[in-house]
Every structure is written in C-alpha cells, then in structure tokens.
C-alpha cells in the first residue's frame, strides 16, 4: 500500500483558498486512483473529490466550482485546490488511495494522517 501524506492546511478567512497536497510514497502512484474525505468535529466522514487513474473527477455537491482536484504522476502527489471557502468546510481533509475504483475511500485503501483546515474571521 501506499504511504500518503498530507500538507497546504491552515487557517483562512471566508471567502479565500488554500490548496492541499496528498504526497504518496509508492513507485506505482500513476496506477492508484485517489481521493479526498474531511471530518469534522463531532460528524462523520464524508467524501469530497476523487480523481481515477486516468484524470476524470467527480465531486461531492458542497464543493462543486469551488474545488478542483487534480495529480501529478510525475511528482507522485493530488490536489485540491480550494476556493471561495466557507466556515462549513473548516474540517480534517484526508486523502486517501486504492488501485481498485470502488475501494478508495473504504477501510481497504491507504489513508493519510489529515490535515487541519479552519475557515473562520
């Protein structure tokens, strides 16, 4: 499995961006397909973006034309740009990666350690 590590988190204002990054420490990252969960305080984890192998993204509602997934395989590392945020999306954003689609995200795929961010005045 993959070693994913996560860094971009931080504290910012509504209304301003920030952009993750999902660091893999594996030789085959191009054959993974990848993801980003958040959890917030007290709630579930929830789905965010995925991104397959092959560059095509889907995103969770909340987000859509706010983030914007993406990789570099040359690089080994995902990510997702974040815009126009909002208090809701202050959360742990994790990545998280399978090489089977329907795994990413499920207790089978390789997880990050997360990375806080806090949207607040």
């Known amino acids: 499995q993959a070693q994913l590590v996560e860094s971009g988190g931080g504290l910012v204002q509504p209304g301003g961006s920030l952009r993750l990054a999902c660091a893999a420490t594996?030789?085959?990252?191009?054959?993974?397909?990848m993801g980003w969960y958040r959890q917030a305080p007290g709630k579930q984890r929830e789905f965010v973006a995925r991104i397959n192998r092959g560059g095509q993204s889907i995103y969770t509602d909340s987000v859509k034309g706010r983030f914007t997934i993406s990789r570099d395989n040359a690089k080994s590392t995902m990510y997702l740009q974040m815009n126009s945020l909002k208090p809701e999306d202050t959360a742990v954003y994790l990545c998280?990666?399978?090489?089977?689609?329907?795994?990413?995200?499920?207790?089978?795929?390789?997880w990050g350690q997360g990375t806080q961010v806090t949207v607040s005045s």
């Open positions: 998280t990666a399978a090489t089977i689609l329907s795994a990413v995200g499920t207790e089978a795929a390789s």
């Open positions: 594996t030789s085959r990252f191009s054959t993974y397909h």
